[in-house]
Each structure stands twice: as structure tokens, then as C-alpha cells.
């Protein structure tokens, strides 16, 4: 599949806020994402093709970075969307500087955490009850840039 890693802009908004919806049981909606293009602190990516296939979040501040929300729209998955996806965030925040990068995978989600871990993300600890909607514990991953 052909797609590029671009960065987020404003006219990728609708179509991610969709994908969030079908995503997660907590959305962002298009104005937190909308907010996210002006803050500094973050770095939003889009995989693109003719549409958005998906999209990735990445807070960063004094040289720690987090991932806010991975996803791909469910017809693209297993295409490498998602991983190259990681791979540009991880490789944006080591060159900014950020000495990790970070994250909180539903433990349920078994596609997600082979995926990090297949990616050098190594599990730091446990969130009891961390999602809702349903009730779940978050599994905290994490990837050191500095060894």
C-alpha cells in the first residue's frame, strides 16, 4: 500500500476525530485535535493516502515524550500503517532530543503491545483500572533512546 507520514494539518482533523471515535471509548474530539496543531509541545503525525488511514500523538516536554493515542482505520490495518507511524514518532522525539518515549496500552490489547514490543518498547509497570468504558488496566510501555 502506498501512503506517506505527513505531519497533521488542520484539513486531517475531520477524518482522524472519525477514526478516534471508532477507535477509542473516550474520543478526542476535532477541537482538542484542532488545539494540538498550535501547541509546541506536540507533534501529530497522519499516514495519508487518498484519505487518512490513520494517525499518531505525541507530547513531548523536558525530554520525555509521550504517546497520546495510536490508530489506523480498521480496513488498513496489518499494512505496516501503525509501525511506520511509531517509527517516525519515535524517530522525531530522539532527534528533538527526548531521552524516552512512552505509552498506555489497553492490556486487552494484544495487537498493540506485540507490535511495541516488536519495536524495542519494553513494559515499566501497570495502570490498575486505567481505561473505562470497559474498566481496564493500563500497561505502561516504554522506549529508552539513551542507553
Not at 86 to 95: I, P, Q, T, V
Not at 126 to 132: A, E, H, L, P
Request: proline share 2%.
Amino acid at each position: 500500500m502506498n501512503f506517506e507520514i505527513v505531519k497533521m494539518r488542520a484539513e486531517h482533523i475531520p477524518e482522524i476525530a472519525r477514526l478516534e471515535a471508532e477507535c477509542f471509548s473516550q474520543p478526542w474530539s476535532e477541537n482538542a485535535l484542532s488545539e494540538e496543531l498550535k501547541n509546541e509541545n506536540s507533534h501529530f503525525l497522519a499516514a495519508v493516502s487518498d484519505r487518512v488511514l490513520g494517525y499518531i500523538g505525541v507530547q513531548e516536554i523536558c525530554g520525555e515524550a509521550y504517546i497520546t493515542n495510536v490508530a489506523v482505520f480498521g480496513e488498513y490495518r496489518k499494512e505496516g500503517i501503525g509501525r511506520k507511524l511509531l517509527n517516525e514518532a519515535c524517530s522525531g522525539a530522539k532527534e528533538r532530543g527526548c531521552e524516552f518515549i512512552t505509552l498506555e496500552v489497553r492490556e486487552s490489547n494484544s495487537a498493540a503491545i506485540a507490535l511495541y514490543e516488536s519495536e524495542g518498547f519494553e513494559k515499566a509497570g501497570v495502570r490498575k483500572n486505567f481505561y473505562s468504558s470497559p474498566t481496564e488496566n493500563g500497561i505502561i510501555y516504554t522506549k529508552n533512546f539513551i542507553k
